[in-house]
T-cell receptor
């Protein structure tokens, strides 16, 4: 079946450090890939997405590139802020939009 | 404002007492979905619905029921809750392949 594997957390960084959270996937077919973010006490919200190979999703300084050859969708940000502290989920969805698979989530804490 | 609402937000109940968690969306989306979130296990899909009267099992459907009688509503039903269903539950409404999540329902089954 489909699966998403995320880098284990928690991740603790100092403000302005570079962030990478690794995500790899296994899927039959050609999925769309997503990063969702969950701030404390809230539901998940979409951070960025990519729908086909070599697409780059970007939002709020975060980026991720859909790499079909390595089945990866790593999340990066050049300079993190304290306000980026949250749980980040990598996810995939196939053409049947109701069926989605999420990774376990990576908790990021950014210290001032 | 486009949103997904869930009720209740918090619920403490006892084993075997039937309960329903409601979910409603005002975006006219056809697809809706239920997830549970547990520490170390991420989000796991319970059920999803492609349209009115069309539902299908996700990865962890045991112990749950759903119904979709109207497009906007997708309630989650626990006929006989057990302690292993203590979790944080999220409803989502889907546009294309993007999910819009509700605020969550924290359920404790004693």
């Amino acid at each position: 079946g489909d699966s998403v594997t995320q880098m284990e957390g928690p991740v603790t960084l100092s403000e302005e450090a570079f962030l990478t959270i690794n995500c790899t996937y296994t899927a039959t077919g050609y999925p769309s890939l997503f990063w969702y973010v969950q701030y404390p006490g809230e539901g998940l919200q979409l951070l960025l997405k990519a729908t086909k190979a070599d697409d780059k999703g970007s939002n709020k300084g975060f980026e991720a590139t859909y790499r079909k050859e390595t089945t990866s969708f790593h999340l990066e940000k050049g300079s993190v802020q304290v306000s980026d502290s949250a749980v980040y989920f990598c996810a995939l969805s196939l053409t049947n939009a109701g069926k989605s698979t999420f990774g376990d989530g990576t908790t990021l804490t950014v210290k001032p | 404002e486009a949103q997904v609402t869930q009720n209740p937000r918090y619920l403490i109940t006892v084993t075997g007492k039937k309960l329903t968690v409601t979910c409603s969306q005002n975006m006219n989306h056809e697809y809706m979905s239920w997830y549970r979130q547990d520490p170390g296990l991420g989000l796991r899909q319970i059920y999803y619905s492609m349209n009115v009267e069309v539902t299908d099992k996700g990865d962890v459907p045991e112990g749950y029921k759903v119904s979709r009688k109207e497009k906007r509503n997708f309630p989650l039903i626990l006929e006989s809750p057990s302690p292993n269903q203590t979790s944080l539950y999220f409803c989502a409404s889907v546009r294309g392949s993007e999910q819009f999540f509700g605020p969550g329902t924290r359920l404790t089954v004693l």
